[in-house]
């Protein structure tokens, strides 16, 4: 028997960072875990959710990530998780990566009964919401995964913004999502897929279908009128009762003039023909918008928008 510090390992290249056997042996590989249709849970609203190991995950480990690339991780199989400047309980986007830039707490998540990807309407573009998993302050390398009641583990919601970087967004959904765990080189299984799982067979790219509300005009539209999408009055006295289809949904339109104009998924049509955004059609708000020509009484005009 020859104990693993004692062999050298002898190379050309000089430059190597294992000296030894033993360091070989304690590389440190982090996978993507596979999904779990029981790994779930309910979000409302918010930027971050606490994670438990009776309810979210089960019980295990945290191998807890000290700086960029992490320099402990001696916990086999330990679920990746970046410490927060404090307590859990604020969304952060806290994070630590390996060597090469990868983030070892960034992990997908995707809608729980559609498997649809998350996203989150950024300016007129869909991004997709991803979750960085965290644990309190001055938790300990291995420390067990907290149960329900004494959770030391949450997840924050970002997107990555067009710069790059991570940015906070609160999402409404029941979610799946999965961890990253690290292996030892001399722990790990016999037979382990170097990837953790095939993404693309097992999340949907979300479908974006239209919605549409139809209004029948039965009192003229002076140029202009601002018009309230959920009532079809008109401000200056022009009426229309609108038809959703379909029937139940809820028309808006964004937040900012910019994100109408410049996203060809909203569309304002008058007797079937297509207006121009910005100089036929202008955004008022999110609830109204105006039509820079009078409408009669039997003109139809639509309001149509993307299902986000």
Same mark, same amino acid.
């Given at each position: 028997?020859?104990?693993?510090?004692?062999?050298?390992?002898?190379?050309?290249?000089?430059?190597?960072? !294992?000296?030894?056997?033993?360091?070989?042996?304690?590389?440190?590989?982090?996978?993507?875990? @596979?999904?779990?249709?029981?790994?779930?849970?309910?979000?409302?609203?918010?930027?971050?959710?606490?994670? &438990?190991?009776?309810? !979210? %995950?089960?019980?295990?480990?945290?191998? +807890?990530?000290?700086?960029? #690339? @992490?320099?402990?991780?001696?916990?086999?199989?330990?679920?990746?998780?970046? #410490?927060?400047?404090?307590?859990?309980?604020?969304?952060?986007?806290?994070? !630590?990566?390996?060597?090469?830039?990868?983030? %070892?707490?960034?992990?997908?998540?995707?809608?729980?009964?559609? !498997?649809?990807?998350?996203? *989150?309407? +950024?300016?007129?573009?869909?991004?997709?919401?991803?979750?960085?998993?965290?644990?309190?302050?001055?938790?300990?390398?291995?420390? &067990?995964?907290?149960?329900?009641?004494?959770?030391? $583990?949450?997840?924050?919601?970002?997107?990555?913004?067009?710069?790059? $970087?991570?940015?906070?967004?609160?999402?409404?959904?029941?979610?799946?999502?999965?961890?990253?765990?690290?292996?030892?080189?001399?722990?790990?299984?016999?037979?382990?897929?170097?990837?953790?799982?095939?993404?693309?067979?097992?999340?949907?790219?979300?479908?974006?279908?239209?919605?549409?509300?139809?209004? *029948?005009?039965?009192?003229?539209?002076?140029?202009?009128?601002?018009?309230?999408?959920?009532?079809?009055?008109?401000?200056?006295?022009?009426?229309?009762? @609108?038809?959703?289809?379909?029937?139940?949904? $809820?028309?808006?339109?964004?937040?900012?003039?910019?994100?109408?104009?410049?996203?060809?998924?909203?569309?304002?049509?008058?007797?079937?023909?297509?207006?121009?955004?910005?100089?036929?059609?202008?955004?008022?708000?999110?609830?109204?918008?105006?039509?820079?020509?009078?409408?009669?009484?039997?003109?139809?005009?639509?309001?149509?928008?993307?299902?986000?």
């Amino acid at each position: 028997m020859i104990n693993a510090r004692q062999v050298n390992i002898l190379r050309a290249n000089t430059a190597g960072v !294992h000296a030894t056997l033993d360091l070989f042996l304690a590389r440190k590989r982090v996978l993507t875990m @596979p999904w779990s249709e029981v790994q779930s849970i309910a979000v409302a609203a918010v930027q971050f959710k606490l994670i &438990d190991s009776t309810t !979210h %995950l089960p019980a295990g480990k945290l191998a +807890v990530l000290n700086a960029s #690339p @992490p320099t402990t991780l001696a916990t086999n199989a330990g679920i990746c998780a970046a #410490p927060l400047v404090g307590a859990i309980g604020t969304a952060a986007i806290t994070n !630590h990566a390996d060597s090469l830039g990868n983030i %070892l707490n960034l992990v997908p998540i995707r809608d729980a009964e559609t !498997h649809d990807e998350i996203t *989150v309407n +950024v300016g007129g573009a869909e991004r997709t919401v991803f979750a960085l998993v965290q644990c309190a302050n001055a938790v300990a390398e291995g420390t &067990d995964i907290g149960a329900a009641a004494s959770e030391n $583990t949450q997840l924050s919601f970002v997107y990555i913004a067009a710069d790059g $970087t991570l940015t906070l967004t609160a999402i409404t959904a029941t979610i799946e999502f999965v961890v990253n765990k690290v292996y030892i080189e001399s722990q790990q299984p016999d037979v382990m897929m170097a990837s953790g799982r095939a993404e693309e067979m097992v999340v949907e790219s979300k479908a974006i279908t239209p919605l549409v509300s139809q209004f *029948v005009v039965t009192t003229a539209y002076a140029s202009g009128e601002v018009i309230a999408i959920a009532t079809g009055n008109g401000a200056g006295g022009g009426r229309a009762t @609108p038809a959703i289809i379909p029937s139940g949904s $809820t028309i808006a339109l964004p937040a900012a003039a910019v994100a109408f104009n410049n996203n060809n998924l909203y569309r304002v049509r008058l007797n079937g023909m297509q207006l121009i955004r910005g100089t036929e059609v202008e955004w008022e708000s999110a609830s109204a918008f105006s039509v820079n020509s009078a409408m009669d009484v039997g003109d139809v005009f639509e309001l149509e928008v993307p299902n986000l």
